[in-house]
């Protein structure tokens, strides 16, 4: 198993309970995107994942370490962290730091001290990262500056350095927000084909449903903090995605903005997700 979760919760210090009775698993190598209203606790859950929240009910086990193991220094938070691959929706990354640096900085935690630290001081492997970053068509920023970039650029720059990192799980969280549609499309794709290869397991949230559903064979909708359905993608169809945008007014938040794709009975006719994703 790549994870198990058993009855996980989590309640934040403030007394709100983001997730509720989670109970999820994944075999290594499944690609599986995380759909729901904003608010939902996609962001929370896959924080979980990571092992950056530890869940304040239930239990689990993220690549057999568990889930609460991962005190900071500890040994199971120095073997199961760097094996882990976290996708931001706005990378953290620092303004002044080159993009060679912000992708190398994906191995971090698997290289020893010394190699970190001559890394930071000069890029040690330029070509890799240079292989990493033309893979999202972004080879020509290797020496430029972070704050010198766009938003979408730097979302792509986030995706290189876990694709040069090579984790056993990815997790991304709304990975391709800032992109346009076409690129949007081609980066999932880029994604879901790097997993694939290297059978790592691969959790993405997703706004647009379409994207999700044209490009994932498991969708799990989340509603309220807790799992509203984890099925096959051929099985979501629009009463249960109706039902769980509710919150937002039953609009489907859709990337190609396909009026076809919204007035089909179901999301799983093969003609729509071809006509949309
Ligand atoms: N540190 C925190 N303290 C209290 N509440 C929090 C905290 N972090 C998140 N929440 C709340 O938990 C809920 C779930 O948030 P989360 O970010 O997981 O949702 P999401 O589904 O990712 O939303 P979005 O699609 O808008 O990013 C929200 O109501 C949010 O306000």
């Known amino acids: 198993m790549s994870f198990t979760l058993d009855g996980v919760g989590l309640t934040h210090a403030n007394g709100f309970t983001a997730l509720a009775d989670i109970s999820l698993q994944a075999s290594q190598g499944e690609r599986i995107a995380l759909v729901g209203p904003s608010g939902a606790g996609k962001t929370s859950l896959l924080s979980v994942l990571g092992t950056a929240l530890t869940p304040t009910a239930g239990q689990g086990k993220v690549l057999d370490c568990p889930l609460g193991g991962t005190t900071p220094g500890g040994h ?89 990192q090579q984790p056993q799980l990815i997790l991304a969280d709304e990975p391709v927000s800032a992109l346009d549609p076409a690129l949007a499309l081609a980066t999932i794709r880029l994604l879901i084909a790097d997993a694939e290869a290297r059978n790592a397991t691969l959790v993405a949230s997703l706004h647009a449903v379409d994207l999700a559903l044209g490009n994932f064979s498991r969708i799990v909708g989340v509603k309220a903090g807790r799992i509203a359905f984890d099925l096959p993608a051929d099985q979501v ?38 006509a949309c994703c």
């Open 76 to 164: 199971a938070a120095k073997w199961v962290r760097p094996r882990i691959g976290t996708i931001h929706q706005a990378p953290p990354l620092p303004g002044r730091q080159r993009v060679v640096t912000a992708v190398l900085a994906g191995k971090l935690g698997q290289w020893p001290a010394w190699k970190s630290l001559a890394s930071l001081l000069y890029p040690l492997d330029i070509a890799g990262a240079r292989a990493a970053l033309a893979r999202l068509d972004l080879a020509d920023k290797l020496f430029v500056r972070c704050d010198q970039l766009s938003g979408g650029q730097l979302q792509r720059v986030g995706i290189a350095r876990v694709l040069y």
């Open 237 to 274: 169809g629009m009463p249960l995605l109706h039902d769980l945008y509710a919150s937002e007014g039953g609009e489907l938040p859709v990337q190609a903005h396909e009026p076809h794709f919204l007035s089909q009975p179901a999301a799983n006719d093969a003609a729509t997700r071809a």
